[in-house]
């Protein structure tokens, strides 16, 4: 059996057509009608004339049909494209351009963008609208539920683990830019953890997927996920879905739009979700503390269902880790410190094996590099550039220079780096300093803004924290922050406002790295997927100095 997640998910459907697929809100798909309809898509999608390569766009909320125009598109060799539902006209256009897209799949309350840009979009042949408001259809598009009842299931095919798939960064730093992976090396890297979630050894040969499928079944040990955060972002779908779709689990969606914290528990408690998948502080945060609320109004949830917390895109603190497990004291906390362009390791914690935040185990191979491709010696202190080796995406697509300047072979390795520096601790472990390209020279010293952020978020007033370097005159850049208060605090119950809070990191850190200014924010700008948005909080500091 090739090693495509296509060829997997069809050998489970078809030894587990009766069990649940997906969960949202009342929708309850079977694995049969994934497959069938995901199928019936990527008939469509033959007969718009679509080759093996073409892109096909999904512009989609989290739903059954963001999952199943992704198995659609692989089913034809198709590459799926993730497109930011956050997205207005000009950064629609660009991604559907920049993509080449053939096709897009777009939710009808995204309608009006769409409609904005139709005309504009040269390569786009078949627009897909799926109904999620009642608006009317966007002119030229057919609608997603007529598209399934009028087309026959395309046929299986062979398929090559070297096929494609494509994930846009966030352009944090630059507009997106593609990122290419190769399915076969994704495939191995969840048939080999997915299963010891489980107890179960890693499985090797792709064909002996579907009887671990029926055996979990059999045996009520069914995988059953929860990603909380997007699945148009790589945390939400590979990390929070892969795993358990891959074995014939249940994905479990969240009906809202946002993250609700109710909502998440109940899911926990109601579906029996063995994984819950977030985004580091942004997401732990508001569900400890519903935990505390539900804790300290007598309400008992019964979580035991629950065996690990996965978490990736944003610094996780060892504080917030250690508040839920207190709640969840069975349960073990994976964070992986990653980007779309390699995993460099992983902090494991729970409530008897705490973690020291931005701590962590680096991958088999990953390196830190100092200038000069020279490695960093373990318990130098040195910083460097940490490079990952391995299953590491292919490069930018459409972006020759920047892929030559992240892949790049040392010793004969070729290693990923994707931005992200590190020292190396005496032990062999790794403490993350930070975004390289958010690093702020001030006066010729370094200040990684995470290290800082962290800093502040311990301050008990404040719940979330964004640090940013400022042009300035004397030293070339100045570190500032925006922060937002606690629930129940006001910043003018705050004696001496946020010049109070400053003062009080300076037993913490040195006083280089402290914000020279402090705005305090009703709420600190990030992405849907919890991701720092930058740009927002600079804007949002300087209308307010």
């Known amino acids: 059996m090739e090693r495509h997640f296509a060829t997997v998910w069809e050998s489970v459907a078809d030894v587990v057509p009766d069990e649940v697929a997906v969960v949202q809100g009342e929708l309850r798909r079977t694995w049969r009608d994934l497959e069938d309809r995901a199928a019936r898509l990527a008939g469509a999608f033959v007969a718009a004339g679509l080759a093996p390569g073409a892109k096909v766009a999904e512009y989609l909320y989290n739903s059954s049909e963001y999952l199943e125009t992704y198995f659609a598109a692989l089913k034809v060799r198709a590459v799926p494209v993730n497109v930011n539902y956050r997205y207005l006209d000009d950064e629609l256009l660009y991604l559907l351009e920049d993509s080449e897209a053939e096709v897009l799949v777009f939710h009808a309350s995204l309608a009006d963008r769409v409609a904005r840009v139709r005309e504009r979009a040269s390569r786009v042949r078949l627009w897909v609208q799926v109904d999620d408001d009642g608006s009317p259809l966007v002119d030229g598009a057919v609608a997603y539920d007529d598209v399934l009842v009028g087309h026959e299931p395309a046929l299986r095919i062979e398929r090559s683990p070297d096929d494609i798939t494509m994930t846009y960064t966030g352009g944090t730093t630059g507009m997106p830019k593609g990122v290419m992976s190769r399915i076969g090396p994704g495939v191995d890297a969840i048939l080999s953890s997915a299963p010891p979630i489980v107890g179960e050894a890693p499985v090797t040969d792709p064909a002996d997927v579907a009887a671990f499928a029926r055996r979990f079944a059999d045996s009520d040990r069914r995988l059953v996920g929860l990603p909380a955060c997007p699945l148009m972002h790589a945390t939400g779908l590979s990390i929070g879905t892969f795993p358990s779709l891959t074995f014939g689990g249940t994905i479990v969606?969240?009906?809202?739009?946002?993250?609700?914290?109710?909502?998440?528990?109940?899911?926990?408690?109601?579906?029996?979700?063995?994984?819950?998948?977030?985004?580091?502080?942004?997401?732990?945060?508001?569900?400890?503390?519903?935990?505390?609320?539900?804790?300290?109004?007598?309400?008992?949830?019964?979580?035991?269902?629950?065996?690990?917390?996965?978490?990736?895109?944003?610094?996780?603190?060892?504080?917030?880790?250690?508040?839920?497990?207190?709640?969840?004291?069975?349960?073990?906390?994976?964070?992986?410190?990653?980007?779309?362009?390699?995993?460099?390791?992983?902090?494991?914690?729970?409530?008897?094996?705490?973690?020291?935040?931005?701590?962590?185990?680096?991958?088999?191979?990953?390196?830190?590099?100092?200038?000069?491709?020279?490695?960093?010696?373990?318990?130098?202190?040195?910083?460097?550039?940490?490079?990952?080796?391995?299953?590491?995406?292919?490069?930018?697509?459409?972006?020759?220079?920047?892929?030559?300047?992240?892949?790049?072979?040392?010793?004969?390795?070729?290693?990923?780096?994707?931005?992200?520096?590190?020292?190396?601790?005496?032990?062999?472990?790794?403490?993350?300093?930070?975004?390289?390209?958010?690093?702020?020279?001030?006066?010729?010293?370094?200040?990684?803004?995470?290290e800082v952020e962290e800093a502040l978020k311990r301050h008990p007033a404040v719940e979330d924290s964004l640090v940013f370097g400022v042009d300035d005159e004397r030293f070339g850049q100045r570190v500032v922050a925006v922060a937002s208060m606690a629930p129940g605090i006001h910043p003018s119950a705050l004696d001496g406002g946020g010049a109070a809070i400053i003062d009080s990191l300076r037993d913490h850190l040195s006083s280089y790295k402290l914000p020279r200014d402090l705005v305090l924010v009703d709420e600190v700008p990030r992405a849907p997927n919890g991701k720092a948005d930058y740009p927002r909080a600079r804007r949002l500091f300087a209308d307010r100095t």
């Open 253 to 450: 969606l969240l009906a809202g739009r946002g993250l609700d914290v109710d909502e998440v528990w109940d899911l926990v408690e109601r579906e029996r979700v063995l994984s819950l998948t977030i985004v580091g502080d942004p997401f732990a945060r508001p569900l400890r503390r519903g935990l505390d609320e539900a804790a300290a109004a007598g309400r008992e949830r019964d979580l035991s269902s629950l065996l690990i917390i996965l978490s990736s895109g944003a610094m996780f603190s060892t504080e917030v880790k250690a508040g839920l497990c207190e709640h969840l004291p069975t349960v073990l906390v994976l964070d992986f410190i990653a980007a779309t362009e390699g995993t460099m390791g992983t902090a494991l914690s729970s409530k008897d094996v705490p973690a020291v935040t931005g701590r962590f185990s680096p991958g088999v191979g990953v390196k830190v590099f100092a200038d000069g491709d020279r490695e960093v010696a373990a318990g130098s202190g040195e910083g460097g550039m940490v490079g990952v080796p391995g299953a590491i995406p292919v490069g930018y697509f459409h972006d020759a220079a920047k892929t030559d300047k992240t892949f790049r072979d040392i010793d004969g390795v070729r290693y990923s780096f994707p931005g992200d520096w590190a020292t190396v601790e005496a032990d062999g472990s790794l403490t993350l300093l930070g975004r390289g390209s958010q690093c702020i020279n001030t006066g010729g010293e370094k200040v990684f803004p995470e």
